[in-house]
């Protein structure tokens, strides 16, 4: 009697089956992470502006200027003690901003804003944006929020 060593060929054939459904059900979930990637990166801005205007806002009251609508803290225009929604005075309160993204639009006046987004490079890029909106009174704070557009979907929550 001969002992068989090794796998038929319709045991590998099955394996290969297998796997390969294995892979067309799995890959759909890895293609997304540049998607993913995006919006963690505007999550990741939004932030990094957040903390800015907060730590700033601490500054302007220790100062006691958190309650004027323009004054100057630490080189950094501020509007009731928040930073102003300009592009000089946001790259003086965020380390990296001016580097790593870029202004689609700034508007000024009362609701002052701006929208950043990622390098002109980034397919998409000014469909997913990141939008700070400076203070408009003592009691009305700056505010900041994430448009998501294609090329960069909103994570589950």
Do not use: H
């Amino acid at each position: 009697m001969k002992r068989q060593n090794g796998f038929t060929l319709i045991e590998l054939v099955v394996v290969i089956v297998i796997l390969g459904i294995l892979a067309v059900t799995a890959a759909p979930k890895f293609l997304n992470l540049q998607d993913d990637a995006r919006a963690s990166s505007l999550q990741g801005l939004k932030g990094a502006i957040d903390g800015a205007a907060g730590i700033t806002y601490g500054k302007a009251a220790i100062q006691g200027k958190e309650a004027q609508p323009t004054e100057n803290v630490d080189g950094i225009e501020v509007v009731y003690g928040y930073p102003a929604a300009t592009s000089a005075a946001l790259n003086a309160a965020v380390t990296g901003l001016a580097e790593d993204w870029k202004v689609v639009k700034e508007t000024a006046g009362d609701d002052a804003s701006i929208v950043y987004s990622y390098e002109s490079t980034v397919k998409n890029a000014t469909t997913c944006i990141v939008t700070y909106t400076q203070a408009t009174s003592p009691s009305a704070a700056a505010s900041t929020s994430i448009t998501y557009g294609p090329g960069c979907t909103e994570p589950a929550k």
